[in-house]
């Protein structure tokens, strides 16, 4: 998560669908900002281990967690409602049917629909350890991100 171009990557997607999202799915995943990203890269290029390997994880949490900041962060109001599995599953068949029929293409898929509704969950401790500095706030920096994509007129 985290400023940028945002003609290349999906941070855009969750910021601007933020204020008319109204369901996430069940599942878990990991977060790390952006600058923890490129701050370990930069480690990995400048070091002379040439096995160095980083698990990139600062915090675990419910998509409907990571959601509900990113609406805050734009200014949207209310929490969201959580779609469990067995609803999830029966959707996306029906948005790739709807997309047949209009032509049109989908954002949901099967393997969408797996990967949200999974319970993914990292370990990132060894970055602190090898960096030497703890993870940036996720909170935080989805924050600062939304304040700066809701500034840039993208929304």
Do not use: C
Not at 63 to 68: F, I, N, T, V
Not at 78 to 104: D, H, M, N
Request: proline share 3%.
């Amino acid at each position: 998560i985290g400023t940028g171009d945002w003609e290349r990557s999906g941070t855009p997607r969750l910021f601007t669908e933020a204020k008319s999202r109204r369901f996430t799915s069940a599942g878990y995943a990991g977060f790390v900002a952006v600058g923890d990203v490129v701050a370990a890269a930069i480690y990995a290029l400048e070091s002379q281990e040439d096995d160095l390997r980083l698990l990139l994880n600062a915090e675990n949490m419910s998509w409907k967690s990571a959601l509900e900041m990113i609406g805050r962060s734009v200014g949207a109001e209310g929490s969201l409602s959580v779609i469990g599995p067995l609803i999830s599953g029966v959707l996306w068949p029906l948005a790739k049917l709807k997309t047949w029929v209009s032509g049109g293409k989908s954002a949901l898929s099967k393997d969408l629909h797996l990967t949200a509704q999974a319970n993914y969950r990292y370990d990132g401790s060894g970055f602190e350890e090898v960096i030497g500095r703890p993870y940036h706030s996720v909170a935080e920096v989805i924050l600062e991100t939304g304040q700066k994509f809701s500034g840039s007129n993208r929304n």
